[in-house]
């Protein structure tokens, strides 16, 4: 079926060689497909380059903000798709699309993400309800200044989508914990230029209440082993985080 809408589909990418046919399968609905690509070391570049309506951009990667909005600058179209590429684009959710964009009653629409790790759907562990802005026109939205967990920011009317989008962001846990790492080291560069310093109180209360607070207080220990896995986790990248900081203002890498 032909969508009487264009649709610019965009996505960033860094050694993404597993996903890439997936997602540009996934997005048979869209009219062109924009990659953003930091200069991967493996395949992707090029699996992408081989269908048809993908245009590939290289831009080293500076933070996700900067990116992101970059991608959306390359899409000539006014309505945009942004999924990440361990989102699963279902079938049920592209025809909602396609319904809601032929008849547009806002201008950026929220989908719920079902989040899956080490194989398992986590329904708890604060991650309910993962609401997040997938689809939207490019001319009313922009993605904050922030260098990780970015947000793109709607400026009017936003509405939900009724299909979910399951999100499986595990590929082993050296990676998973790789990606933790990562945004450790950005949210700590976060906290530097805004002269935040470190103390006790953030290497030991700030990690303790992290790890309570997902397990006990958002449920993550309904989620069982996953969910305690998940909450050391992320306890732990929290006080990664503040010995970044302190390596910062130490100078020391």
Not at 12 to 25: G, P, R, V
Not at 115 to 132: A, H, P
Not at 187 to 210: V, W
């Amino acid at each position: 079926m032909k969508n009487p809408v264009k649709i610019t589909g965009i996505a960033i990418t860094l050694n993404e060689a597993h996903n890439i046919d997936n997602y540009i399968n996934s997005l048979w609905f869209v009219d062109e497909i924009v990659i953003v690509d930091s200069f991967s070391s493996d395949n992707t570049v090029a699996l992408a380059k081989k269908h048809e309506k993908v245009t590939v951009y290289q831009r080293s990667f500076d933070n996700f903000s900067a990116q992101k909005n970059f991608a959306i600058s390359k899409a000539t179209n006014d309505w945009v798709t942004f999924f990440d590429l361990d989102e699963e684009v279902t079938p049920q959710l592209a025809n909602e699309l396609i319904e809601k964009f032929k008849y547009p009653s806002a201008i950026a629409y929220f989908v719920k993400r079902d989040f899956y790790f080490m194989g398992k759907r986590i329904k708890y562990s604060g991650l309910q309800n993962d609401f997040i802005i997938r689809f939207f026109n490019k001319n009313h939205c922009k993605y904050n200044a922030n260098l990780v967990h970015e947000t793109l920011e709607a400026n009017g009317k936003t509405e939900r989508l009724k299909n979910s989008l399951p999100h499986h962001t595990y590929k082993s846990f050296d990676d998973y914990t790789g990606k933790m790492h990562q945004y450790s080291a950005l949210q700590a560069k976060m906290l530097y230029k805004k002269g935040k310093k470190p103390n006790y109180y953030h290497f030991l209360f700030r990690p303790i209440y992290r790890f309570w607070n997902q397990f006990i207080f958002r449920l993550g220990i309904l989620d069982g082993k996953e969910g305690f896995i998940l909450a050391y986790v992320s306890a732990f990248s929290v006080f990664k985080r503040y010995v970044n900081l302190w390596l910062l203002y130490r100078k020391i890498d």
